[in-house]
């Protein structure tokens, strides 16, 4: 039966047809699935920006250890990253090799903006090498205000990504 | 206060010639700091002129032919070796920019506390191209290796051209700066 | 005195290793075994600057540090905002040495504008600033630690830390810009009982630091990546003008809490840390000495502070110098001496505020201390510098 339903000229009509019907049926518990995986490994790259880098830091020791939320210390390699948390202050220099660190890295890539500078410019508002808030340069997914955040505020910062994370719409079916 | 100026107070000062200075009449300057600022004074006469005498600190002022040779001279008879800080001061009103070297000790234990502030002035041009205008100094980087990063600072914010500098590049601003040199007085923030 | 030490300018950083070079240029071709190398601004080796090195093989030739990345114009945004209002941006360029960065700008303030400073506020002053120079090197040892690749030493410090800025919290009400002191004293009094919990938590810190040495500083690993790298002789220290602890580590005996003591140092009996090796070993030891020595500054201070009085006299609104006064007002923080030199006008804002950071009169010693490493030595030197790059870059 399914013989006399398919012919050449509607075959690939069927196949996408097909592909529609596997996503309705595994679709949803495949991406929650690997939306879960993402979520408990977000690897932020090591780009220290500014001076809020000293309470990025502090969130990694002991007492707050941001590593509970599987988010590891900074590290190295851009290509193993999918996390950029904007330490503050972004200079005219600094712009455009945050965009270029932003582009070597692979899909899907978060952006979380620590501190008042990297949100408005803060204290460095009307500082003439200083761009007024990173938005023009990288999508930010989340906002983390202070001056600098204190490190729990920087770790709610980072679950409400994850939040984010898990209500995206994660892409199973290429 | 150390011991250590307090020993070489006397001695300094039987020894050097007072030379009348119009701060004089006004306070009691400290002798051991008087007795720096004589010595110069008496090594180059008005060539160079005494902008304070303070507690540790000594102002020296002189033109911009003979910075090179005075600072030889503190180098070599004063026992100073390092400078601090080169900094620039915009004075639109004088069409100058004053440089002020400061400079310490760390060999002699006297002038540990010390820092001779030796200050000079390069002409100021009112629409610059650094490092293409008048607005010029002799290096003293071939007498205090330690100015080199420092007048390159001052080279990139207020435009003086160090003449014999090895290394007048930018240091610290964007590479595609093509405003003024931002610590000059008429380059002003935007909405202030 | 010669002249042999290397130049910047040796360095032929804008000449490319290529085959054909583009004519009329003047470029010349280099050497093919040589290979130059970004290092940073994306580094874990270099934090926020850029070091551009030539290697040959493993070892490295030149070294150009390109600083600039975290330069945010604060000397002249201080033309533009009045005395008070100076402080919290003066502070930013070491968030974690707060109290240290502004000691300077304070003091040049007072001897501008003529303030006399209560006697409990100055020892309040020591105190914080003592214990914020704790705070600072402990973060420095952390980084220390994971630039070697030994992550005990980035957890121990980074989770001791805490114990002080616990303290500070308590005494300002923030964790690390404090913004704590004013022109004419400090802004809070003491909390109650704060004495009693500063001697308790600085005697436990002196305790755990002590065990450092076993961890750290008796490891044969750091012992063989460190000693011997990086040599800076006497001399070169104190011809290329670097401060702090680069400087004790060459063999100068020179702290300014000692030479030219201010507030009321020269009260407290102070020892002064020298190494004379000079190479990364020597310049990674003496700031966990000056932790003890700093110890040892709170425990005299909390003595003979005087148990109560004022900390603070009101100043004027606005309030404003002389013409073309100057002054040059320095103090030991914890990376060396950091003064500030203040024009003031007639104006409430100064006519011109220049920071001479130590960070950034200690970079100069890097390219020569790096000619002829090994690239793999290279955070090791760099980091033993005591180098803070927002503050290099202000
Ligand atoms: S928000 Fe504050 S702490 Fe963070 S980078 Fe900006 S000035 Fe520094």
């Not at chain 1, 595994?26 to 920006?49: D, F």
């Not at chain 1, 809020?52 to 007492?63: D, I, N, Q, T």
């Not at chain 2, 600022?37 to 911009?64: L, M, P, Q």
């Not at chain 3, 075994?33 to 493993?58: A, E, F, K, Y």
Request: aromatic share 10%; with cysteine; net charge negative.
């Amino acid at each position: 039966m399914l013989k006399d339903l398919v012919t050449p000229e509607n075959a690939n009509v069927f196949v996408g047809k097909l592909g529609d019907i596997l996503e309705k049926a595994i679709g949803k518990p495949l991406g929650y699935a690997i939306n879960w995986g993402r979520i408990w490994s977000l690897w932020p790259v090591h780009i220290e920006t500014a001076c809020c880098s000293v309470e990025f830091g502090a969130a990694s020791s002991p007492r707050y250890d941001v590593e509970r939320f599987g988010i590891i210390e900074a590290f190295g390699s851009l290509r193993q990253c999918d996390l950029i948390v904007v330490q503050g202050t972004i200079t005219r220099k600094m712009a455009p090799r945050l965009r270029l660190v932003y582009d070597q890295m692979p899909e899907p890539k978060y952006v979380i903006a620590m501190g008042a500078c990297a949100i408005t410019g803060g204290l460095y508002f009307d500082s003439y090498n200083v761009l007024p808030g990173i938005d023009g340069v990288i999508p930010v997914d989340v906002y983390v205000p202070g001056c600098p955040p204190r490190p729990e505020t920087l770790i709610q910062g980072c679950i409400l990504l994850q939040e984010k994370i898990k209500r995206m719409k994660a892409r199973t079916f290429v | 206060m150390s011991s250590d100026s307090e020993t070489s107070v006397d001695a300094e000062s039987e020894e050097t010639p007072v030379v009348k200075k119009p701060e004089e009449k006004q306070v009691e300057l400290p002798a051991f700091e008087k007795g720096i600022s004589d010595k110069i004074i008496e090594k180059f006469g008005d060539k160079v002129y005494v902008t304070f005498v303070k507690e540790d600190r000594v102002g020296i002022g002189t033109s911009r032919e003979n910075v090179h040779d005075v600072a030889e001279f503190i180098r070599d008879a004063l026992n100073y070796d390092h400078v601090e800080s080169v900094s620039g001061v915009d004075y639109p009103q004088d069409k100058e920019i004053e440089v002020v070297y400061h400079i310490g000790s760390y060999s002699d234990p006297s002038l540990a506390r010390q820092i001779l502030a030796l200050s000079t002035r390069a002409q100021r041009e009112e629409n610059p191209i650094p490092g293409n205008d008048a607005t010029k100094l002799p290096t003293l980087r071939d007498v205090f290796y330690s100015v080199e990063f420092h007048e390159r600072e001052v080279f990139e914010m207020f435009g003086v051209y160090f003449e014999g500098h090895p290394d007048n590049r930018r240091l610290l601003l964007p590479e595609d700066w093509a405003d003024l040199p931002p610590l000059r007085k008429d380059f002003t923030i935007k909405g202030r | 005195m010669t002249t042999e030490l290397p130049t910047t300018s040796e360095i032929q950083i804008d000449k490319p290793s290529l085959n054909w070079l583009p004519p009329g240029l003047g470029l010349q071709k280099v050497d093919e075994r040589i290979m130059t190398l970004n290092v940073g601004p994306q580094h874990p080796g270099s934090g926020h600057m850029r070091l551009i090195v030539q290697i040959d093989g493993d070892y490295i030739i030149a070294c150009d540090p390109d600083p600039g990345y975290v330069h945010r114009g604060e000397e002249k945004m201080a033309e533009y905002r009045n005395y008070i209002l100076n402080i919290p941006h003066l502070e930013r360029p070491v968030i974690h040495d707060s109290c240290n960065v502004l000691y300077p700008y304070v003091l040049g303030v007072e001897e501008l504008l003529g303030i006399e400073v209560p006697e409990r506020a100055k020892y309040v002053r020591v105190i914080a600033s003592e214990l914020n120079r704790c705070i600072y090197i402990m973060y420095w040892l952390a980084i220390y630690g994971i630039f070697l690749g030994h992550s005990t030493m980035f957890m121990w410090p980074a989770g001791d830390r805490e114990l002080l800025i616990d303290l500070m919290e308590k005494m300002t009400g923030a964790r690390v810009t404090h913004a704590h002191f004013v022109p004419g004293g400090v802004r809070n009094d003491l909390p109650p009982n704060f004495e009693e919990v500063c001697l308790r938590q600085v005697n436990y810190f002196e305790k755990r630091i002590k065990e450092y040495a076993a961890v750290f500083y008796d490891n044969p690993i750091l012992i063989s990546r460190t000693q011997d790298t990086g040599v800076l002789s006497r001399q070169d220290a104190i011809r290329l003008g670097t401060t702090g602890s680069v400087l004790r580590a060459s063999g100068v005996d020179y702290d300014l809490r000692k030479k030219e003591p201010y507030d009321v140092y020269d009260e407290l009996d102070i020892h002064t840390n020298v190494m004379k090796e000079g190479d990364a070993y020597a310049r990674s030891k003496i700031p966990w000495l000056d932790m003890m020595e700093s110890c040892n500054i709170i425990r005299q201070a909390l003595q003979k502070m005087p148990k109560s009085g004022s900390v603070r006299v009101k100043l004027k609104p606005n309030p404003k110098g002389k013409v073309f006064d100057s002054v040059y007002k320095r103090v030991e923080s914890g990376r060396g001496s950091l003064g500030y030199y203040i024009v003031s006008d007639a104006k409430p804002e100064p006519y011109r505020l220049k920071m001479s950071v130590p960070s950034f009169r200690n970079l100069i010693a890097l390219p020569y201390l790096l000619k002829g490493e090994k690239l793999g030595n290279m955070p090791s030197v760099y980091w033993s510098l005591n180098y803070w790059p927002v503050e290099a870059d202000r």
